[in-house]
């Protein structure tokens, strides 16, 4: 072997450009005998297996201490350390139990492989049969290498990146390496070296699949240095990009961090300097830490997403990762793939024109149900004797299956083949009686056309032609017309290349069609010729029917959708064209590349599609979106579309179609293949990240009144108003349950009439910090009145004071957590009883609190007292107005929104 990419940093000329002597000259191989055993087990040695090779790969303890990397989760941590050298081992064990508890969840949800070269690796066959020593033999494809002859027939993967050496009528399906919705053509001939993969006919790649004919090809690449290889290892390169919820939750907690290091040392400092002891000021500083942070808010954040999981998977939508949800809402542009995704990926026939009238085919993908129409009324097609013949020949003059499964009808063979045989059986056409084949003139890319000879008796044949309509036109001399044969003349040329000019235009793939009656078996260079033309038929990879609505709502929604396909541009467009997507103009791949990244950026103003792309342009399409600010969607389903999806904010990859490659590199898989359920997924995504601002701002809140009342109390020389496992229990129970049951607030109306937040956008704005100081404010003060209220009194408990404080402060924010329930609208405009979660949560808080004010051992725990019916009421009295001027409030500012 002359040439081993494993030892050559060379770049040789590429394998498709070379004449098949010199490939096989360069492989040290030889077309007909092979390479030897003892050959073959050297390259083996050498190169390796033909396997792909794991890298990246993160261990389950890494996944596990990531959960733990958090601004808020060190200084939770540091209070805990704290809490325990000062021997509060209570408050201590509560903060640990918090943080593992919210460790586990994170990780349960996040633990699943993300590794898409496993799956590539699936995706190999394990078998192949190969010519070693002149014999063939079938062989582990992992034991491929470099100069192995590969045999190939319908229905078989490709094991290896091959050369085709022979090729007899081959077509194979590479729809899930370069997007190309129609099979591929291929031929032995070189290529120019710059031809773009998805045109490279004279090679095969691995993971790919035969649909027609045979050939003979010998192995130019095994392993990473396949196509697949490199698609793996620009997968594996792309790093996990930071969700924006990721970054506004890391910012707000680094902000926490300063404040409650700030407050907690100013406040102990202060105590400390008029005469307060110092261990008291200790216990004040872990006070007030704990009281900034809202230990509660990673494990309810947590717990919402997760929840949110589950609540997409309603819509259709498996979540991969748990920050995945959130981020949907955030998307401004959805890059998106063609075929499979937009489209079928199921070749139907769409139009027939005959010289006597046009008509439709009803029904999409390889399901027959479906009629014929003209002029939108269903006809008879067996009372059309053109349309019978053309059907009749497009059936016969194939080899594809159509074939009824459990999971529906699917095909063996090539797919254009298999939308005539689907267009037969919706004609009714009796197909029941075999007719037996006695010749076939195969397609490949020089002919442009096949043609099978039936024999229907000793001195009857049929010879039915299908191909190029410019090929097969030209080789017409009659034409039938409402069942009668007659002259095929200029006229009649002139409209039916009408016809095809029409379909081209609007993206679709067309065939001529037409027969010869025979008394004989003529020679093959004697058939071709004095045919009769039939007609010609339109084929398409058509629209999922969802998707033009979907399209639009995406637009009310704010975002642009934008077509990135390997197909080529004129199909691209018809399919945008009919689902409604603006694209004024279409690049190719070879334009791009000829792009800097400025002028593609400016480009991507404009509405525009790309075709013909490669792997590459799709990542570098997706980075340029993300250097302009937008959040990108990526959605896809083949191999090709692997390394964008991991490169998005979010990869969408589809669910039933899929490539185990694809949902491996992605965040959020579709179950249904359904376009619209990523607008219903958007939706759940904007629902999320709209509760967690109400839960965070509630927390906060919370928070900031709790802040107030110890660090005025002590600037004011009085005691610690509330003690560090009071707060505790604040935060992690009572807050904790009720932030969580507003996190299952229903969306708010007209969040899908909204345009995408900024993917900066803070998630505490101005109107939020400034209610998180009034309504902060308010529970701060009111708890620190009530205290002194308590506390001053004549023969005034101090007992009973704290646990006045510390049961006001709990109905405060109880009170509280009615203003978030929406962050506009009041609350009789969304409905009381619309979130039963909250009305159980607050039920079930204050019950807690309850008992703990009268049940001994959650006395002593939080060191409380009893409480009498009269106290009850003037804490009540206290609380309610921070609910009714909020209430008043929004009905002034936003009226009935």
């Known amino acids: 072997m002359n040439r081993n990419p494993k030892q050559n940093n060379e770049t040789p000329a590429p394998w498709h450009s070379l004449p098949v002597n010199e490939v096989l000259r360069e492989l040290d191989s030889d077309g007909h005998q092979g390479l030897s055993r003892e050959e073959a087990a050297r390259r083996l040695e050498r190169v390796g297996l033909n396997l792909l090779e794991e890298t990246g790969v993160v261990p389950w303890p890494v996944v596990l201490g990531h959960q733990f990397v958090d601004v808020m989760i060190f200084i939770l941590f540091l209070a805990a350390l704290v809490a325990m050298a ?11 139990v918090i943080l593992i508890i919210n460790g586990i969840l994170g990780f349960i949800q996040e633990w699943k492989a993300e590794q898409a070269i496993q799956a590539l690796k699936r995706m190999l066959e394990p078998r192949c049969n190969v010519v070693r020593g002149a014999e063939e033999q079938t062989i582990d494809a992992k034991n491929l290498v470099p100069g192995d002859v590969v045999v190939l027939e319908t229905g078989d993967r490709i094991p290896a990146d091959l050369r085709l050496v022979r090729a007899t009528a081959l077509k194979i399906d590479e729809s899930a390496l370069t997007g190309e919705s129609e099979s591929a053509d291929k031929n032995v001939e070189a290529l120019p070296a710059d031809t773009p993969l998805a045109e490279r006919a004279s090679a095969a790649w691995m993971g790919t699949a035969v649909t027609n004919g045979r050939a003979i090809g010998v192995v130019t690449a095994t392993g990473m240095d396949t196509e697949f290889g490199r698609i793996a290892t620009i997968t594996q390169s792309v790093g996990r990009e930071v969700t924006p919820l990721q970054r506004q939750l890391g910012i707000l907690g680094k902000q926490l961090g300063m404040v409650a290091l700030v407050v907690s040392g100013l406040v102990a400092l202060a105590g400390w300097l008029v005469g307060k002891p110092l261990l008291e000021m200790l216990l004040v500083g872990i006070s007030l830490a704990v009281a900034v942070v809202p230990e509660g808010l990673p494990a309810v954040v947590t717990i919402t997403l997760a929840l949110g999981v589950r609540a997409m998977i309603k819509r259709r939508a498996l979540l991969r990762r748990l920050h995945a949800s959130e981020t949907l809402g955030t998307v401004s542009v959805i890059c998106t793939d063609k075929t499979g995704t937009l489209t079928q990926n199921q070749m139907t026939v769409q139009r027939v024109w005959m010289p006597a009238g046009e008509v439709e085919a009803t029904g999409i993908g390889y399901d027959p149900a479906g009629h014929f129409e003209q002029n939108g009324v269903k006809i008879d097609a067996n009372l059309n004797p053109d349309l019978l013949a ?49 010749m076939e003139l195969s397609f490949n890319s020089e002919r442009k056309r096949m043609t099978v000879i039936d024999r229907r008796g000793a001195a009857d044949f049929v010879a039915h032609v299908k191909g190029a309509p410019e090929v097969v036109l030209e080789r017409c001399t009659r034409v039938l017309v409402d069942g009668v044969e007659k002259p095929f003349g ?67 929604a704010g975002i642009r959708v934008i077509m990135i396909t390997g197909d ?53 399409i997706v980075k340029l979106l993300q250097q302009k600010g937008e959040v990108v969607g990526m959605t896809g389903d083949g191999v090709n579309d692997a390394p964008a999806l991991k490169q998005a904010e979010i990869g969408i990859a589809m669910g039933v179609r899929g490539t185990d490659v694809a949902k491996g590199a992605s965040d959020m898989i579709l179950t249904d293949d359904n376009f619209a359920s990523i607008i219903n997924a958007v939706e759940e995504g904007r629902r999320e990240y709209d509760n967690i601002q109400k839960f965070v701002r509630y927390l906060l809140s919370s928070n900031m009144g709790e802040v107030i009342a110890i660090s005025i109390n002590i600037l004011l020389g009085g005691p610690l108003i509330l003690l560090p496992v009071q707060i505790l229990w604040m935060n992690l129970v009572t807050d904790g349950v009720t932030a969580v049951a507003l996190g299952m607030e229903p969306a708010e109306e007209g969040i899908m009439r909204q345009p995408p937040r900024g993917a900066r956008e803070p998630i505490l704005d101005r ?39 510390f049961t006001s402060i709990i109905l405060l924010e109880k009170m509280n957590v009615l203003n978030f329930r929406a962050l506009r609208s009041p609350l009789v405009k969304i409905g009381f009883f619309s979130n039963p979660w909250v009305l159980a949560a607050l039920a079930g808080t204050i019950g807690l609190q309850v008992a703990v004010v009268y049940v001994p051992v959650l006395q002593n725990a939080l060191h409380t007292t009893a409480l009498g019916l009269a106290d009850w009421g003037l804490i009540l009295i206290v609380a309610v107005p921070i609910f009714l001027l909020t209430e008043i409030y929004k009905r002034v500012q936003f009226g009935n929104v």
Not at 86 to 96: K, Q, T
Not at 409 to 426: D, Q
Request: glycine share 10%.
């Open 86 to 96: 000062l021997g509060e081992w209570i408050d201590a064990i509560a903060i640990f």
């Open 390 to 438: 053309l059907l009749g020949t497009g059936y016969y003059c194939n080899h594809a299956r159509l074939l009824r499964g459990e999971a529906g009808w699917t095909i063996l063979g090539e797919p254009t083949e298999a939308a005539l045989v689907v267009a037969a059986y919706k004609a009714r056409l009796n197909l029941a009686e075999p007719v037996p084949m006695a």
């Open 490 to 556: 200029e006229e009649d040329m002139e409209r039916a290349l009408q016809a095809v000019h029409r379909y081209g235009e609007q993206g679709l793939r067309t065939l001529a069609f037409a027969r010869r009656h025979l008394d004989e078996l003529p020679a093959e260079d004697k058939v071709e010729h004095q045919l009769t033309f039939l007609g010609i038929v339109g084929i398409l990879d058509p629209p999922h029917l969802e998707v033009p609505e979907a399209v639009r709502l995406a637009g009310l």
């Open 568 to 620: 080529n541009p004129k199909t691209a467009h018809s399919i945008a064209r009919q689902i409604g997507m603006n694209s004024s103009a279409a690049l190719t791949g070879r334009e791009i590349d000829a792009m800097d990244d400025a002028a593609l950026s400016e480009v991507l103003e404009g509405e525009v599609l790309f075709a013909r792309t490669t792997p590459e342009h799709k990542m570098r």
């Open 767 to 805: 109107r939020g910090i400034l209610m998180v100081l009034l309504l902060g404010g308010y529970i701060g003060l009111a708890t620190l009145w009530l205290f002194h209220h308590y506390l001053e009194k004549p023969g005034g408990d101090p007992a009973l004071a704290h646990t006045v404080a």
